[in-house]
C-alpha cells in the first residue's frame, strides 16, 4: 500500500466518522443542550471551502475570502427559518466580492458555489423532522458511492475517456458504475426506510418511494459527476492538481466535496418543490 493511500484511509476514518455524527446527533444534541451541532459542521465546512478558494486564486486569504466565509457562516445558521432570506443574502455576498475585485466575475462565482451547498444542506436537514437526517445521510452515501464506483470501475475496465481535455482519467465506464454504485446504495435505503416504516403512509410520495428515490439516485449521481467535472475544469485552468493541501491524501474540501456540492443544490430544489405541492397532487 502507497504512503497517499494510507493517508487517504486514516483521513476517511478520522472526518467520516465526525460528519456521520453530526448528520446523525446534530437534532438531538440541539434539542437536548442547546447546541446546533449540524449548523456548525455546515459552518465550519463552508469557511473551510472560502478559505480553499481564495488561495486557489490569489494564494492568500483576505476579506473577500473572508465575505464569503461570513455569508456561509450565515446560509449555515439562517437556512433552517428563512432559507428565501438567505438566497437574498447569497446574492448580496456575490455583489459585495464583485465590488471588492473590481468585477471578478469567476472569483465573485465563489459565493453562490459555496454558499448555495451550505444552504440546501442545511434546507434538507431542518425541513422534515420525520427522516431529514436520513435524507441527508441518503444524500452523502449516493455522492459517495458515485467516487467509489466511478473509481473502482473506471480502474477496473478503463475504456474511452469521458472529458480527456478536462479530467483524463475519468472514462464512459466509471460514469456507468458510479450510477449503478449509486442506484444499489438508494435502493439499501429504501429497504431500510420500509423496514423502520420512517416514511409516513401520508407522505405525498410514499406510494411512489422506491421509484422516487432510485431515479433521484440515478440523476444526483449524474449531477454528481458534473460537479466533479466542474471542479476539475477550475482546478486545470488555474493549473493546480489540488484545490489544497488541507486533507492528508485527499488534497483540498473542493477535491473531496465537488460532487456534493452540485448534487445538495438539486436535491434541495425537489424536495422544495415536493414540499410545495409540485409533484404527487
Known amino acids: 500500500m502507497s504512503l497517499n493511500m494510507a493517508l487517504r484511509i486514516v483521513s476517511s476514518l478520522i472526518l467520516a466518522p ?9 437534532k438531538l444534541v440541539y434539542e437536548d443542550f442547546g447546541i446546533p451541532l449540524y ?53 448580496l455576498g456575490t455583489a459585495a466580492v464583485m465590488w ?6 469567476k472569483f465573485a462565482l465563489g459565493v453562490p458555489y459555496i454558499c448555495l451547498p451550505v444552504l440546501s444542506l442545511g434546507y434538507i436537514y431542518y ?37 480527456p481535455r478536462i479530467s483524463p482519467k475519468k472514462t464512459w465506464s466509471g460514469f456507468i458504475g458510479a450510477i449503478l454504485f449509486a442506484i444499489a446504495v438508494a435502493y439499501v435505503f429504501v429497504l431500510y426506510l420500509k423496514a423502520n416504516s420512517l ?21 444526483l449521481s449524474v449531477v ?6 466542474f471542479e476539475s475544469g477550475i482546478k486545470r ?16 474540501l473542493f477535491d473531496r466535496v465537488d460532487g456534493l456540492l452540485f448534487a445538495s443544490v438539486v436535491a434541495a430544489a425537489w424536495l422544495y418543490a415536493v414540499n410545495n405541492g409540485c409533484f404527487f397532487r
Open 18 to 26: 465526525i460528519v456521520l455524527c453530526a448528520i446523525w446527533f446534530g
Open 39 to 91: 449548523s456548525i459542521l455546515l459552518a465550519v465546512f463552508g469557511a473551510g471551502l472560502a478559505w480553499e478558494w481564495e488561495t486557489m486564486f490569489r494564494k492568500t486569504f483576505s476579506s473577500r475570502g473572508l465575505i464569503i466565509a461570513l455569508t456561509a457562516f450565515l446560509a449555515a445558521f439562517i437556512s433552517e427559518g428563512n432559507p428565501t432570506f438567505v438566497l437574498w443574502l447569497i446574492l
Open 100 to 105: 471588492k475585485t473590481d468585477g471578478d466575475v
Open 127 to 163: 425541513v422534515n423532522d420525520a427522516i431529514s437526517r436520513e435524507i441527508v445521510l441518503w444524500l452523502f452515501f449516493v455522492v459517495w458511492a458515485t467516487d467509489i464506483g466511478g473509481l473502482m470501475v473506471g480502474s477496473t475496465l478503463k475504456g474511452p475517456k469521458l472529458a
Open 199 to 219: 416514511v409516513p403512509p401520508a407522505a405525498p410520495y410514499a406510494v411512489h418511494l422506491t421509484r422516487v428515490l432510485l431515479i433521484s439516485a440515478l440523476v
Open 224 to 229: 454528481s459527476q458534473i460537479g466533479d467535472l
Open 237 to 252: 485552468k488555474l493549473g493546480l492538481k489540488d484545490s489544497s493541501n488541507l486533507i492528508p491524501g485527499h488534497g483540498g
